[in-house]
């Protein structure tokens, strides 16, 4: 009777141990704030934005979103002067990274109200503003804009006149600004761009590779990522300011450069970018829930261009940075108790920065590494250290370059220190 029960009680804990085996393997399907499916990447329908140009006659009134990086779908006249614009994600459901983007202007100088509304979404961002075509950039203040506290809806009203009064949820950053900035940095004889894949609607997937001849026989490798969601622009400004930093001519830079290459991808979802998407491609998926398919060309050429470094005994990769914006600065590193090389780096780096960046709110928020996204591949695919790096939307311009410039720094000095107990 007592071996019976003994052996029942057994059974009952190996089906209990079971269980709760099963519950940790069980398939990651996405976030709280994912929309269902999030990590279904095959190919979607998405919605398709109409590019024209909208005229008010009766009070010669225009709005447009016939330039990249716009959105607005329709424009409804509500008053004398009054407009409602509806702005529209190109799937749904979707998180909620409400973009948008026109230009407006009159026939005679006038004043306007423009109530902004969503589908599938509420007002999030403060509108960015530009009065002489993009060239300088203002945040709307609160005598220009509010967000209606009830409704949450966004309501600017202002002054415009014959010329062409542009306004976009943050300063636009298209394809246009990224080959800018990369035809720039790519001056540098020891920068090679070069184009690793193309997107599904043809643009170019670049690759950024910062390698420096120097006589060490391993070299380090440092992987970054940015731009898998086409609004998160102050975290694609401050990798940006990262990865100029690592190519500088600082004497911490060029000794960083003897140690390591850096691999990096700043702009992996140009068609997002140039079509004003809240989140996806051109075919609806979210790229950073597909790091385990790889369906999508954009990911796809990413991993294929990074996993030759698999193969090589002269490069060694260290630690993989994916650039992204959200409500608040925050790192979300690997729980502490993986294991990863070099072990709990992002932890240390953390607390440096927040001991030379005390105004800097930064926080923390480990994950495990169930997740198909891009920090989790490359942990797993060369057993590094990685994290995903999240800039405060809100955060001013010179708030991302000071962050971006100066995290590279600590980071430089760090992994310095780690390459030099590692392989030396
Ligand atoms: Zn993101």
Known sequence: MLNTRKSFLFIILISALTLSSCKTSEEFTGYSYDPEGVTETSDREINHQNKRTIG?????????NEFRGSRVNDVIRTGTYHYRLQI???????????????QVWADDTTHVTLELTYTDGRHRYRPEISYNGGQTWQKADSISYNREPETRIGVISLEIGPEPVWISAQVPQTTTEFREWSDRIAKKAFIQRSVVGSSHQGRPIYQLKISEYSGEPVKGVVLIYGRQHPPEIPGYITGLHFIEELASDSDLAKKFREYFD????????????????????????????????????????????????????DRKVFYAIDFHSTGETVFYPILKEIETFPHLFTYR????????????????????????????????????????YEVWDGLPKDQLEKLGTESAQIFMEMMISEFEKKMK
Do not use: C
């Open 56 to 64: 008010f006659l009766e009070d010669g009134v225009w709005i447009t």
């Open 88 to 102: 529209n994600p190109e799937i749904s459901p979707i998180n909620n990274s409400p973009w948008y983007g026109f």
């Open 349 to 388: 780096w953390l607390d440096e920065i927040k001991r030379e960046l005390p105004d800097i709110e930064l926080n923390v928020e480990p994950f495990p590494t169930d997740s198909p996204i891009a920090k989790n591949w490359s942990h797993k695919t060369f057993g590094i250290d990685a994290v995903t």
């Open 262 to 313: 850096i691999w990096t991808y700043p702009l992996m979802n140009p068609d997002g970018a140039d079509n004003g998407h809240w989140r996806t491609n051109s075919t609806g998926v979210d790229l950073n829930r597909d790091w385990q398919y790889f369906n999508q060309p954009e990911t796809n050429a990413v991993r294929r261009s990074l996993l030759p470094l698999l193969n090589r005994d």
